[in-house]
């Protein structure tokens, strides 16, 4: 059964400063790997979008790579800022099929 | 352009009874899912449409009905409430499905109908 572990499941960090959420995936065969960000009470809003050939893509602040090969995303957070404070959600799309794999998803508070 | 949409925000029902959640989008998107999103889990996909016409079942359809008549809209209705339903849904649309047609299906979520049932 495919599976997305995040990890860690909930982070604190001071404002102004960096972190990095993790994603291990068992999903096979792989087509490619999304990051979300979710605010309290909204839905999902997409970051990044990599497929196999792709090891990093940057949006603003929000940098994620992929290793393909041991099957491991990171999403690194440059600056923190408060209105990071939000869940973050890896999805990982397997190859002809039309059920993305979601993981369970990072709480990230960012304090002042 | 409004994205997705979902109506209601928010909704109490009593155990039996029966409601249409909407949803409707205007990026004349071919691909439409629902989804239900539980405290500690990952959103589990329950139905989902290809195009007007066309649906299938996702991870957890019992319960649960959908049809498309037109692109831009996809209820999903719940037969008979059960507590087991009480969850948040949310409706998302993307040309395609992100595992098939392409990698570049950016999927735009709706912000989500709050369901409680007693």
């Known amino acids: 059964k495919n599976q997305v572990e995040q990890s860690p499941q909930s982070l604190i960090i001071l404002e102004g400063k960096n972190c990095t959420l993790q994603?291990?995936?068992?999903?096979?065969?792989?087509?490619?790997l999304r990051w979300y960000k979710q605010d309290t009470g909204r839905g999902p809003v997409s970051l990044t979008i990599?497929?196999?050939?792709?090891n990093t893509k940057s949006n603003g602040r929000y940098t994620a790579t992929l290793d393909a090969d041991t099957k491991q995303s990171s999403l690194h957070i440059t600056a923190s800022q408060l209105s990071d404070s939000a869940s973050y959600i890896c999805?990982?799309?397997?190859?002809?099929?039309?059920?993305?794999?979601f993981g369970r998803g990072t709480s990230l508070i960012v304090h002042p | 352009n409004a994205g997705v949409t979902q109506t209601p925000k928010f909704q109490v029902l009593k155990t039996g009874q029966s409601m249409t959640l909407q949803c409707a989008q205007d990026?004349?998107?071919?691909?439409m899912s629902w989804y239900r999103q539980d405290p500690g889990m990952g959103l589990r996909l329950i139905h989902y449409?290809?195009?007007?016409?066309?649906?299938d079942q996702g991870e957890v359809p019992n319960g649960y009905n959908v049809s498309r008549s037109t692109t831009e809209d996809f209820p999903l209705r719940l037969l008979s409430a059960a507590p087991s339903q009480t969850s948040v849904y949310f409706c998302?649309?993307?040309?395609?499905?992100?595992?098939?047609?392409?990698?570049?299906?950016?999927?735009?979520f709706g912000p989500g109908t709050r369901l409680t049932v007693l």
């Open positions: 998302a649309s993307s040309r395609g499905a992100s595992g098939t047609t392409g990698s570049y299906n950016e999927q735009f």
């Open positions: 994603c291990n995936y068992t999903v096979s065969p792989f087509s490619n």
């Open positions: 990599m497929t196999f050939s792709e």
């Open positions: 999805v990982v799309s397997e190859g002809g099929s039309y059920i993305p794999t």
């Open positions: 990026m004349n998107h071919e691909y």
């Open positions: 449409s290809v195009g007007a016409g066309i649906t």
